[in-house]
């Protein structure tokens, strides 16, 4: 969102050219590198840990948050990264459904787990809610999800060292139905942004877990 002033001045302007007015001082803050008032990211958002969720196939809210009407203007981007775990005890196949909705469901995959036992392997999903046309109302969504293979590395968790098949488990970039033209939502009224995980069969050797995140408007 524009910077400005907490305090909002209402002296009306003097008629010194050369004195600070208060339109100066409520005016909206303009980088000195773009010359823009849009130069200036903001995080709407931080979470914490939630889970881990083991044993259910109930579906867990990860992210959630109420986009104010017009807050994405024509060119502003709302960003979410995650981050977290997933624990395999079992070799037993199974899979992670993601869904990400902006009003409605967008895009929702399964992630599949049918790798040998790993005690843990990190994860990471990236989303962002854009303007494909540049225009208002018409919104897209796009991201990534990546999970770790549980190869051990020489220290911490998540090797990539080995060649693209073994250093993930899961990967791939994702977007709604056609994400060059868009969807339409009204302008005038809030949106809901949400994403959501859960196993796809409940068992007791799976847990994952979202360990953090953060939304920004770019």
């Known amino acids: 969102m524009p910077v400005t ?3 909002v001045s209402a002296v009306a302007d003097g008629t010194t050219l050369t ?4 339109t100066h001082w409520n005016a909206e803050h303009w980088s000195t590198l773009t010359n823009s008032t849009k130069a200036f990211p903001e995080i709407l958002q931080r979470s914490t840990k939630i889970g881990p969720t083991s044993n259910s196939s109930a579906v867990v809210v990860w992210s959630s948050y109420l986009v104010p009407a017009r807050a994405l203007g024509t060119d502003r981007i709302l960003h979410c990264t995650l981050w977290g775990q997933i624990t395999l005890g079992s070799s037993v196949t199974n899979g992670i ?3 990400v909705a902006y009003n409605t469901s967008r895009w929702a995959d399964l992630a599949l787990n049918n790798l040998v036992v790993q005690t843990i392997t990190p994860w990471r ?3 962002w809610v854009y303007h494909p046309t540049g225009t208002s109302g018409i919104l897209a969504v796009a991201g990534q999800f990546i999970q770790s293979s549980g190869t ?6 998540g090797d990539i060292s080995q060649a693209q098949a073994g250093r993930t488990a899961n990967e791939g970039i994702f977007g709604s139905s056609n994400i060059s033209s868009g969807f339409t939502v009204t302008t005038g009224v809030a949106s809901s942004f949400v994403i959501r995980a859960n196993w796809q069969v409940a068992n007791t050797s799976l847990s994952v877990t979202k360990l953090g995140g953060f939304i920004e408007l770019l």
């Open 5 to 7: 002033h907490q305090f």
């Open 97 to 99: 459904r993601l869904e």
């Open 19 to 22: 004195e600070v007015r208060s």
């Open 152 to 157: 051990a590395p020489a220290f911490g968790l």
């Open 125 to 127: 999903m990236e989303t």
